[in-house]
């Protein structure tokens, strides 16, 4: 049976990036029914609303969407509901997309890209596993209001709610627990549980969860703590699960201490692995249009999505093998070159994993 | 008049960290009332309290606090409102302690401690100033309970409540273009504005005190973004002004980054500068009694408690020259300790402060 793939390129670097991933896809000799709509600021500018009902439908009606990405200073101004980040929060939440997997792994041939010192994170190879449906992201009552009590009685203040419900809590374990199975067997929950309710309560159901995996080590560490640890030693982790706030920030530094976010692919998966894959990184609107983006971090989204929603491992591997060709025959777009290599376009680099292909 | 200090050892290592400052202190020849209170498990131990009433009364009446550290996993089983960490956060709310001031300096004789490359931290020198005593640490309601609408309706649920109030914003916000007036005159504000309406208030109100320092340049970033960027290029800020949640991440993140968060003190200061002094670093029960803690980061934070509490500036840059000398004389303790550099004990470090003074 055709697949088919909804394809929202957005706005910045994202319609680029996305062109190579596709032609990538095409490349395969698989029959895939690619069908693309407008997000983001790009679905602002189409209809008014960056998650437009049409895209948000087609991406339902998918099989798995391939998403660029969104965002540009264009639409600071805009009231916070039309500004282009909703829609990726919009998806997250109408698909049911509640894990979030962001690999952190340091390609051999980037090494000196990181700004750590080679002997930190040279074998990097961390998986984070961010919930991305709860939390403080969509807790209800949220907004401006007069202060109810206390000292500042009477006063305007901003509020959120953080939460989590048990099963939320499990089933994101459950994903953490599964994912390191297939790997080193470590699981690290990383938690605020001195300081908050809801991360006491996460904790507990964390240790609870890890007793139905007695293969894989389970250790908890508080979030200042893991944030210290990731420049420290980041070696020590193999899969770090956490909530949708300390993941939205501790995925993004351990992607940094990369030095090649460029490169770094992620998916967001619902109960049944039906996800959305992105590229780790922005929609870089100061470099749109030049051309020179890395299209790598989404062509190895689209290896993902080969792999976790599609059923299609073989070609995953394949892709991720012509990658790490293209790196090895010394191409690098201008965000990961150095002295010694050649630095390629886009377009370039985009053709020459399908030429290895 | 004679100032009044209490002494607050705490825990682990804070007994011997303490006790160096403290010979420090009494070196300067001049009359400091010196009074010693239990704090954390210790509290615990004396009193069935991490804070005993005694040793809160001690604090609001002295005219600084000098803190150790608190914590022990021997009390990780107890109940959270007696465990040690609750000292500090009852330190903070009940002394009104809302500014925390971390600077993160990569000290030039200790550059090759850090785990990132050199020159991307030599000459580092930010300050994160933290607000202290609002956010998600404190707000009301939280706790666990069952889950009232939504998907999970009916399930247990664990819950907090972020807010900021206004006059909470503005007097965080006075602090860090103060400070930045001293300094480089850049504040750059860390937010997660297009997620959290906490943060969308606090952001406008950062750009509204803002204005009343049109000689200082105010930038935002987000969070997800700032943890990036510290990785990326640290070098880039001067004074980073975020809540207590973000600043408790954020700050030990950029504390890591010099690879020496021995050396790195804090304080955390009331409306009137009053204020509490305590190592950026924890009670490391590790390696407690073992005599090879590193005390600078004590002293440095009793020179702070001179220069921001007691009036005492000259004070605080004699010890602070004295501290720089004894790293120039190639003195290390074993967390900063390198080859080519003479390794000293707890005791050793304080003793060659006090024979510079
Ligand atoms: C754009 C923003 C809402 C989003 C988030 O905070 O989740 C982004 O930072 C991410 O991590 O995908
Ligand atoms: C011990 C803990 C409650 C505390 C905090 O989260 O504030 C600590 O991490 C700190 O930064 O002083």
Not at 137 to 146: H, L, N, S, W
Not at 215 to 233: G, I, P, T
Not at 278 to 296: M, Q, R, T, W, Y
């Amino acid at each position: 049976m055709t697949k088919k793939i909804a394809v929202l390129a957005g706005d910045g670097i994202g319609p680029e990036i996305v062109a190579e991933a596709v032609n990538v896809l095409n490349a395969l000799g698989e029959s895939f029914e690619l069908e693309h709509a407008p997000v983001g600021g790009a679905g602002y500018e189409a209809s008014g609303h960056p998650l437009p009902e049409a895209t948000l439908k087609l991406a339902k009606e998918a099989d798995a969407v391939l998403f660029g990405a969104v965002g540009d200073w264009k639409y600071d101004t805009l009231d916070r509901p039309l500004r282009p980040e909703q829609a990726i929060l919009g998806l997250r939440k109408n698909l049911g997309l509640f894990a979030n997997l962001r690999p952190a792994i340091l390609y051999p041939e980037l090494a000196g890209a990181s700004t750590l010192k080679p002997e930190v994170v040279s074998g990097l190879d961390i998986l984070i596993i961010r919930e991305l449906t709860g939390d403080i992201y969509f807790g209800q009552p949220r907004g401006v209001r007069e202060c109810p009590d206390g000292p500042f009685k009477g006063e305007r203040e901003g509020f959120d709610t953080m939460r989590y419900a048990e099963s939320e809590v499990r089933r994101i374990g459950h994903v953490a627990f599964q994912a390191a199975r297939k790997r080193n067997k470590k699981v690290c929950s990383v938690d605020k549980a001195n300081v908050l309710e809801t991360f006491q309560f996460w904790k507990d159901i964390m240790i609870e969860v890890g007793k139905e995996y007695p293969d894989v080590e389970l250790s908890h560490m508080y979030v200042d703590n893991a944030a210290m640890q990731l420049v420290k030693n980041p070696k020590q982790f193999d899969v770090l699960v956490t909530g949708n706030m300390f993941g939205d920030i501790l995925s993004d530094q351990a992607s940094m201490l990369t030095g090649s976010i460029g490169m770094l692919p992620s998916a967001s998966l619902d109960a049944n692995n039906k996800g959305l894959y992105e590229p780790s990184h922005g929609s870089a609107p100061d470099i749109a249009g030049k051309g020179i983006a890395n299209p790598l971090a989404t062509i190895l989204s689209a290896a993902m999505m080969l792999r976790y929603s599609l059923n299609m491992a073989a070609q995953a591997d394949r892709i991720e093998a012509a990658v790490k060709k293209v790196l090895q025959q010394g191409l690098r777009t201008a965000d990961i070159y150095e002295a010694g290599t050649t630095k390629v376009s886009t377009r370039e680099m985009g053709a020459a994993v399908l030429s290895v292909l």
